[in-house]
C-alpha cells in the first residue's frame, strides 16, 4: 500500500462527526497502521509548503534532547501568499502570530493554531493504561477495538509495509476503514481524553488547553522565509464568519468548566493561564464596543451630558486611556515592521468584527449553553473569486454579506455621523457647550472616520461589491429602533 493515502472518513446523519477534530482523528487513527510516524503535519487544504527545510527545523527542536521529552508541537505562524498591500482585513493576524505568540513562547509556548505545525503523536494520546500489566478491557474502553491501532501505541511497533498480496492488502484495507467509520469512537474517550477535542469548535484551541495543562509545551517558530503559504480571506463575508466561528469556540470554552480561569491556574504556569484566559473571552469585547458605538451618540442626540468636561481633572482620565492604548498598539506595529497604515485598518477590522462576530459569536455560545441551539461549523470559502481579489489588492471593501452582519453595522455609523453633525452644530451655535460635550463628540467623529469604507459601500459606490439599497433601509428601520429604545431609557 501507498504511503500516500486520500481518507474521506465515513459520514451518517444519526452520528456527530465533530467536524474538523472529527476528521483529524480520523486521520490520526488510519496514520497509526499506515506509517505510525511519532510526529504529524498539520495543514489546512489551502496551503503549500514554501520552505523545504521546515521538517527539519521542527525537528531541531523536537530532538532536542532538553525539550523532546516534553514538546508536544512546534507551531509556524500563518502566512498567506494573497496579502494585498493594504490587508484591509488583517488577514494575516498580525497581532496573533507576530505579538500574542511571541509572548506565549516565553511561558511554555504558544496555543496550537490550527494548521502550519509539527506535532507529537503521543502528545495527543492519554497513556496511563500503557504499563507492563495492561488490562486490554479498559485499553479497549479508551482507544475503541482495533487490536492494530492498540498496537501502534507501543513505540516499538512499526507500521507494515505490505505488498500486493491480496489477502493482506484487503485485510489491512478492512482495519484501515473500520478506524475511519463513524461508529468506531462510540463508547470510547475519543474526543474527550483522546485525540483532538470534540467539545469546541475551535478544537485547535481547546485541544492546546489540555496539553499544556498536561505539562506538555510547546515553540513558536518563525523563520525568515515562511515555511507554508495558505490563502487569505478576501472578503467580508468570509472574515465576519470566520471571525464568528472562532468567537462562538472560544466562548464555549470560556464558558464551560474547562475555562483557563477556573481550569488553568492549577495545572499551568499561572501566566500562561491568563493568556488563554484572555483569549478564551476575548469575544466579550462586543460589550464595550457596543457602548461605545451607542452611548456618544445617544447622548448627544438626547442633549445629555455624562462624559467630565475638558476642565474637569477626569476628562485626563479618558485622554490617557484613549492617547496611551493607540500608542500602544501602533508600538506593536512598529515592533513588527508593519506600516503605520495597519494601525487604521486593524482598528477598523476590530470595531467590524466586535460589532457583529463576537456578538453573534458569544450569543451563539451562550444559546448553545442553554440547550437552545447546537454548535455548527461553517468553513471559510477557499475558492478565488477574481472580482474579489481585484477589490481586494485596491484595497476596496467587498459589502456582499448577510444583511445580518450589515444592518447593524451601517446603523451605528450612520447614527454616529448624524451625532457628529449634531454636536458640531451645538458647538458652532452655542459655544459655551464645547466644554460639556467635546468627548461625546469626539468619539461619534473618530467611530464615523473608521466606519468610512461603510458610508461609502451606502452612498457614494456604485460596484457589485458595494452596499445593496434593500440593507440601507433596514438599517433606517434599525435606527429608528435603536434611537426609540434609547429615548425610553433616558425618559426612565
Known amino acids: ?23 483529524l482523528n480520523a486521520l490520526l487513527r488510519v496514520s497509526s497502521l499506515i506509517s505510525n510516524s511519532p510526529y504529524i503535519l498539520g495543514l489546512d487544504c489551502d496551503m503549500y509548503c514554501n520552505n523545504k527545510n521546515s521538517a527539519r527545523e521542527a525537528m531541531c527542536f523536537h530532538l532536542d534532547p532538553n525539550l523532546s521529552s516534553s514538546l508536544a508541537f512546534v507551531q509556524f505562524p500563518q502566512t498567506f501568499h494573497n496579502i494585498s498591500k493594504h490587508d484591509i482585513y488583517e488577514s494575516q493576524l498580525r497581532c496573533t502570530f507576530k505579538t500574542l505568540w511571541l509572548g506565549m513562547d516565553g511561558i511554555k509556548g504558544p496555543s496550537l493554531s490550527g494548521t502550519g505545525y509539527y506535532l507529537k503523536r503521543e502528545a495527543l494520546y492519554e497513556l496511563p493504561l500503557m504499563q507492563e500489566d495492561i488490562n486490554l478491557k479498559e ?14 501505541l507501543y513505540k516499538k511497533y512499526n507500521a507494515k509495509v505490505l505488498d500486493c498480496e491480496k489477502d493482506l492488502f484487503d485485510e489491512s484495507l478492512q482495519e484501515t476503514k473500520h478506524l475511519a467509520s463513524c461508529e468506531y469512537e462510540n463508547d470510547t474517550k475519543w474526543g474527550n481524553e483522546v485525540g483532538f477535542r470534540y467539545f469546541s469548535v475551535t478544537e485547535d484551541f481547546y485541544t492546546s488547553i489540555h496539553m499544556h495543562c498536561k505539562h506538555w509545551i510547546s515553540v513558536n517558530h518563525m523563520p525568515s522565509r515562511p515555511a507554508f503559504l495558505g490563502s487569505c480571506t478576501t472578503n467580508l463575508n468570509d472574515v465576519l464568519i470566520q471571525g464568528t466561528r472562532w468567537s462562538a469556540g472560544l466562548m464555549e470554552v470560556a464558558l464551560s468548566r474547562f475555562s483557563p480561569l477556573i481550569y488553568g491556574p492549577s495545572r499551568m504556569p499561572i501566566l500562561q493561564s491568563f493568556c488563554y484566559a484572555w483569549l ?16 456618544p451618540f445617544l447622548s448627544l442626540l438626547s442633549h445629555i451630558t455624562i462624559y467630565p468636561k475638558v476642565t474637569n481633572p477626569f476628562f485626563l482620565v479618558f485622554l490617557y486611556v484613549f492617547v496611551l492604548s493607540n500608542l500602544q498598539h501602533m508600538r506593536e506595529i512598529h515592533s513588527t515592521r508593519a506600516s503605520l497604515q495597519t494601525w487604521k485598518y486593524e482598528q477598523r477590522v476590530w470595531m467590524i468584527k466586535g460589532i457583529t462576530s463576537h456578538l453573534y459569536g458569544s450569543a451563539h455560545a451562550v444559546m448553545e449553553k442553554l440547550g437552545v441551539k447546537e454548535a ?26 448577510s444583511s445580518i452582519f450589515l444592518v447593524p453595522l ?5 447614527l454616529n455621523l448624524l451625532a457628529f453633525i449634531v454636536g458640531i452644530i451645538q458647538i458652532v451655535f452655542h459655544r459655551e457647550y464645547v466644554d460639556a460635550i467635546f468627548i461625546q463628540t469626539f468619539l461619534t467623529f473618530y467611530i464615523a472616520l473608521m466606519g468610512y469604507p461603510v458610508l461609502e459601500g451606502m452612498m457614494l459606490r456604485k460596484d457589485k461589491g458595494r452596499i445593496a439599497t434593500n440593507v440601507s433601509c433596514y438599517s433606517l428601520i434599525f435606527s429608528v429602533f435603536i434611537l426609540s429604545f434609547g429615548k425610553l431609557l433616558v425618559a426612565y
Open 1 to 23: 500500500m501507498p504511503l500516500l493515502v486520500y481518507v474521506s472518513r465515513e459520514k451518517r446523519p444519526s452520528h456527530p462527526h465533530h467536524f474538523k477534530a472529527g476528521a
Open 139 to 152: 485499553v479497549k474502553q479508551c482507544f475503541g477495538s482495533s487490536n492494530e491501532f492498540i498496537r501502534s
Open 280 to 295: 478564551a473571552f476575548l469575544p466579550t469585547a462586543f460589550i464595550s464596543l457596543w457602548i461605545q458605538a451607542t452611548i
Open 410 to 414: 451601517c446603523s451605528l455609523v450612520t
Open 376 to 401: 455548527n461549523f461553517l468553513p471559510t470559502n477557499k475558492v478565488v473569486n477574481e472580482d474579489e481579489a481585484k477589490l481586494h489588492q485596491m484595497g476596496i471593501y467587498n459589502f456582499q454579506t
